[in-house]
């Protein structure tokens, strides 16, 4: 068994990337978490980038909204492995954007859970 981990070249980057991915991207909600993905050629080995977004719109302390992003990593890390599985699979590679709309901080728990469902959903959707 693979060791969970999320490391440098499992992360979305780049402007033109992320503007890609946001405008021609499908989009899968479980409130208050938005997962906006694309099918795509990435410059890794890796099946999938992912990059977490909280707009201070919603969250207006940073020391929330960091701590909001790295239950999110968490989360992302201890759940990719089936979504893995299956893009190597299909040898596809994936981008996804995970965004936050909430007011309030979730626990651990709850950010699991919605991040898996959420992840799931969008495989059988779109993957």
Not at 28 to 39: A, D, N, W, Y
Not at 45 to 56: N, R
Not at 73 to 92: N, Q, T
């Given at each position: ?7 440098k070249h ?6 033109l990337?992320?503007?890609e ?18 099918i ?9 980038q ?7 719109r ?17 989360a ?10 299956r893009l190597r ?20 728990a ?18």
């Amino acid at each position: 068994m693979e060791r969970p981990t999320f490391s440098k070249h499992e992360r979305l980057t780049g402007r033109l990337r992320i503007t890609e991915v946001v405008e021609k991207g499908r989009t899968v909600q479980e409130s208050p978490i938005k997962l906006v993905g694309r099918i795509m050629e990435l410059p890794t080995t890796a099946p999938a980038q992912v990059a977490f977004a909280i707009p201070k719109r919603y969250m207006k302390l940073a020391v929330h909204r960091n701590r909001m992003r790295r239950l999110m990593r968490e989360a992302y890390r201890l759940h990719k492995a089936a979504s893995y599985g299956r893009l190597r699979e299909e040898g596809r590679q994936c981008a996804w954007l995970f965004i936050y709309q909430g007011r309030q901080p979730l626990t651990l728990a709850e950010t699991r859970e919605r991040l898996s469902r959420l992840l799931h959903r969008w495989m059988e959707k779109h993957g």
